[in-house]
């Protein structure tokens, strides 16, 4: 393994996170290339180890990846570093769209143009979809996860973590015995110097400050703000899509922050800059801030949304890193995830058909006592239906990409509206 030295290292993971752009997919395969086949910073068994264990911790596996990275090459303060630029070019984008929302958002010719912007964000939840589902749904089992999970949503809407906990009990329960994976002697782990209650300790003091922080300040919505993405944080598997449908349904329906279409919005928008897509935490605290108390509010609410969702991802790096060999031979844990992928393929499914309805319909009531969206039929919309058939063909049928989709739907909604 080459140890980079600090300006370099510096310098590769700074351009890694301003180009990070099209999702986790493309940011792993960004971070390969330049870590691992141009560099040979970290051989091709660890990163593919690391990404393993990324995939099995709560969070977003990408930014998470590039934490470890760091932590192998330069230590916790390494670490530090590599998750810190990979997200904070993003963050600082969403912090300047999220006040131009805010201010501007309301305006006919710009609700109009996100028309547009909400049909390719269907699109491209069903895009996830695919790609989730080609790798999750292995067999009958996966396909019946799946089917559960999305009826235990959209038809009960039951709470999503209690579908992740249960889905890892499944696979865990179900799991059988696998071969060990073998250590990969390049890159040898630094288990013998682990610190967890250290790392726990620290880390968890850390994520908890900004909460006590506020509650000392009696800033009741600040404290609502961190108590709910820190419950997030500890549920995100799957990637930002996962949760997506259970962060509507409470900052809409729950708390009553934003509304379901500013919610496809802040997605849209999230799609656009570079860095994890749960910085759309980031742009749903700020656009809710803004509304209690103005641009000062909205940046405390984003500050404190970005702590509690990224301050456990370096927990979960930190703790588990010199733990992975250990981790790697544990066959339930693997299966516990299979079953949370399996699982997350409902979720996302879920999600995507709650976004289109609300699209597609300007009303969308519910039946008691069960919670199954039923669209109110005078009020189908069919421009916006148009855009999301428009959508599918430019991004399912020629491949063209979300930002450059975006931009024409936006257009072409500013035309026919």
């Known amino acids: 393994m080459i140890r980079p030295d600090l300006p370099e290292f510096t310098r590769i993971f700074g351009r890694i996170g301003v180009l990070a752009f099209g999702g986790p997919a493309a940011q792993i395969a960004l971070m390969h290339r330049e870590l691992v086949e141009q560099?040979?910073?970290?051989?091709?068994?660890?990163?593919l180890r690391a990404l393993g264990l990324c995939m099995l911790l709560p969070g977003p596996e990408a930014m998470q990846l590039a934490t470890y990275a760091g932590w192998r090459l330069r230590g916790t303060w390494g670490g530090l570093l590599a998750g810190l630029l990979f997200v904070l070019?993003?963050?600082v984008v969403i912090a300047v769209l999220a006040l131009l929302y805010a201010v501007y958002g309301q305006l006919p010719p710009v609700q109009a143009a996100f028309v547009g912007i909400k049909a390719a964000v269907i699109v491209v939840v069903l895009q996830a979809l695919t790609k989730v589902a080609g790798k999750a749904l292995v067999g009958a089992e996966g396909a019946v996860l799946a089917t559960l999970s999305f009826v235990a949503?959209?038809?009960?809407?039951?709470?999503?973590?209690l579908i992740i906990v249960m889905a890892g009990l499944w696979g865990a329960l179900r799991a059988g015995s696998a071969p060990a994976m073998t250590a990969d002697p390049a890159q040898p782990m630094q288990s013998s110097g682990a610190r967890p209650l250290r790392v726990i300790f620290?880390?968890?003091?850390?994520?908890?400050?900004p909460l006590v922080a506020v509650w000392l300040l009696d800033a009741a919505f600040l404290l609502e703000v961190g108590l709910f993405f820190s419950k997030l944080a500890m549920v995100t598997f799957g990637g930002a899509y996962a949760v997506l449908g259970y962060m509507t349904q409470t900052v809409v329906t729950d708390l009553g922050w934003i509304t379901t279409?500013?919610?496809?919005?802040?997605?849209?928008?999230?799609?656009t800059t570079p860095g994890p897509l749960i910085l759309v935490t980031q742009f749903v605290a700020m656009l809710a801030g803004f509304v209690q108390g103005g641009p000062t509010n909205a940046f405390a609410a984003g500050l404190v949304a970005l702590w509690v969702t990224f301050c456990?991802?370096?927990?979960?790096?930190?703790?588990?890193?010199?733990?992975?060999?250990?981790?790697?031979?544990?066959p339930r844990l693997s299966a516990a995830l299979t079953a949370i992928t399996a699982a997350v393929v409902g979720v996302i499914l879920n999600l995507s058909l709650w976004f289109a309805l609300h699209v597609m319909f300007a009303e969308v009531g519910r039946r008691a006592p069960i919670a199954l969206p039923l669209p109110v039929w005078h009020s189908f919309d069919p421009v916006a239906t148009l855009l999301i058939a428009v959508a599918a063909?430019?991004?399912?049928?020629?491949?063209?990409?979300?930002?450059?989709?975006?931009?024409?739907?936006?257009?072409?909604?500013?035309?026919?509206?």
Do not use: H, Y
Request: charged share 10%.
């Open 39 to 47: 560099r040979g910073w970290l051989s091709e068994q660890g990163f």
């Open 312 to 330: 456990p991802c370096f927990l979960w790096i930190f703790l588990a890193g010199p733990f992975l060999d250990r981790i790697s031979t544990q």
């Open 261 to 271: 279409e500013q919610m496809i919005d802040a997605l849209g928008l999230a799609e």
């Open 202 to 209: 620290l880390w968890g003091a850390l994520w908890a400050a």
């Open 89 to 91: 070019p993003g963050a």
């Open 153 to 161: 949503l959209f038809v009960f809407g039951l709470p999503f973590p």
């Open 393 to 417: 063909i430019l991004m399912l049928r020629f491949n063209l990409g979300f930002v450059k989709s975006m931009i024409i739907l936006a257009f072409a909604a500013l035309a026919l509206g």
